[in-house]
């Protein structure tokens, strides 16, 4: 069961994601393949720093993210530190 105190966290820092069971889950849309696959290989680089893999679905135009710690049975302090740094590599540069 994911803790009350980690699901407000996400709630209020991670606009781009969403909890769906024991996982956090986020999705980005890119305009063609090879841009969503570039996204792809940004996060793994990420997570290989992290030391935390998350599950990645690259298709046409989307990169989905999913984020859990198996060893705790769910959502994590951990998980969320690497939805945080994924959201923000990803996120379109300010105007």
Same mark, same amino acid.
């Given at each position: 069961? #994911? /803790?009350?105190?980690?699901l @407000? &966290?996400?709630a209020? +820092?991670?606009? %781009? $994601? *969403?909890? +769906?069971? /024991? +996982?956090?889950?986020? &999705? $980005? @849309?890119?305009?063609?393949?090879?841009?969503?696959? %570039?996204?792809? #290989? *940004?996060v793994?680089?990420l !997570? /290989?720093r992290a030391?935390?893999?998350?599950e990645?679905r690259?298709? $046409?135009?989307?990169? +989905? #993210? &999913?984020?859990?710690t198996?060893? %705790?049975?769910?959502l994590?302090? *951990?998980?969320?530190?690497?939805?945080?740094? #994924?959201? !923000? %590599?990803?996120?379109?540069?300010?105007?």
């Amino acid at each position: 069961m #994911v /803790e009350a105190g980690l699901l @407000r &966290r996400a709630a209020v +820092e991670l606009p %781009a $994601w *969403r909890v +769906e069971g /024991e +996982e956090i889950v986020g &999705r $980005w @849309r890119f305009p063609d393949f090879s841009s969503a696959l %570039a996204a792809a #290989v *940004r996060v793994g680089g990420l !997570a /290989e720093r992290a030391d935390h893999h998350p599950e990645l679905r690259v298709a $046409w135009g989307l990169l +989905e #993210v &999913r984020l859990t710690t198996h060893s %705790a049975n769910g959502l994590t302090a *951990r998980d969320l530190d690497l939805a945080s740094a #994924v959201q !923000a %590599a990803l996120q379109p540069p300010s105007a």
